[in-house]
């Protein structure tokens, strides 16, 4: 499609003068409204009371499901649709490809390249003109504007020195068949695309220093997370980034929030504060390989679906693989085999502890995880991590510069 083929879209709500311009000139937002949840809110009717023996659980099937997506969404107070950054427009999405421009309002972008496709969205890379400020724009059919709800949740509850951990939604499209969000590029890949560097060097995989200290990382991006009772619902290791703050940070302090690793693509999370207290969930996702162990053994779970995610991170950036599991005599144990791993006892409880949550309400810690972590990297590798470190973002600027060949 042509530039001259897009035409001029004006938003159906009252706001006529909030364009895509406006989300790319501010990083800040201020006096946004804050959507808050109905306090009286009961999931659905599908819902009913269990026992799990340790005390009553309010049992909701699907987390997932549209309708109660909708439901939910349809309770907030103010409505999603009145946040300033939020545009809602009386068309279909306009057909979105590389190499053209596209309009919206007195705003355009020009898309430059697809940098990912899944089943429900395309995710591309846009340059604004007038700033040459490249940034992402998700495009998915049926739209979605829950994980714009999910964005505005972190602007508003998580302390602002944690807020750059998680991608950042700058603006939300809402069109009759589709939608479009706009947020923040982070231009060196993600941590699948560093597993697979290591794959083509004679290591074969990532050093151990480097797989400790973003396993203390992402520890401490979803203690965050499940701090202000979110759950991802989706971690895995493409959706953790690298950005520009990566390369930069000299600071290798496992407490240090500025390692430059971001956690992405929060539509498919979960807001625990718009269900009762105590609410646990029997759906299982789609995707074979991601259910947790829960799924698995048709047990209730909430936030154990991001421990499973957790685990089959870092097992990848262990051995360069997806991870598997079985259960044995009622406990679960991945496929690794560690004899010659230095922290073979490390690894093994760690994996144990994430696996094998005895139910919703006895959720192990992962600050004593971290913490672990954390004292045998500084006991063992304080002198090795940043030349480590430093190989790992010469192998991604060279990654970067073959890729735009």
Known sequence: MSEAAVSQLVPS?????TIVGEGLASAHI????????????????RASMNSTGTG?????????DTELISDLLSTLTPPLTSHPHCITW??????????????????SLRVDHILGEGAFATVYQATDPRTSERVVLKVQKPANPWEFYINTQLDARLQPGVRHLFSRIRSAHLFNDGSVLLGELHNYGTLLGAVNLYKTLTDKTMPQPLVLYFTICILHMVEQLHSIHVVHADIKPDNFLLGESFLENKCLDPENLD??????????????????????????????GFQCTEMLSGKPWNYQTDYFGIAGTVYCLLFGTYMQ?????????????????????????FFHTLLNVPDCGSLPSLRSLRRKLTTVLQQNYSSKLSTLKSRLVVLLLENRKAARR
Do not use: Y
């Open 13 to 17: 709500s009252a706001r006529q003068g």
């Open 30 to 45: 201020v006096d946004e409204p804050m959507m808050s949840p109905d306090r009286g809110l009961q999931p659905s009717t």
């Open 56 to 64: 009553m659980v309010q049992l909701v099937s699907d987390p997932w």
């Open 90 to 107: 009386p068309c279909n999405i306009p057909n979105i490809t590389p190499k053209m421009t596209i309009s919206m309002g007195k705003a």
């Open 259 to 288: 390692h430059g690793l971001v956690l992405i693509d929060l539509g498919q999370s979960i807001d625990m504060e718009l269900f009762p207290e105590g609410t646990a969930f029997t759906a299982r996702c789609l995707t074979s």
């Open 325 to 349: 599991v079985t259960e044995e005599c009622g406990v679960w144990r991945t496929n690794a085999v560690f004899r010659r791993n230095p922290h073979s006892d490390l690894w093994l409880e």
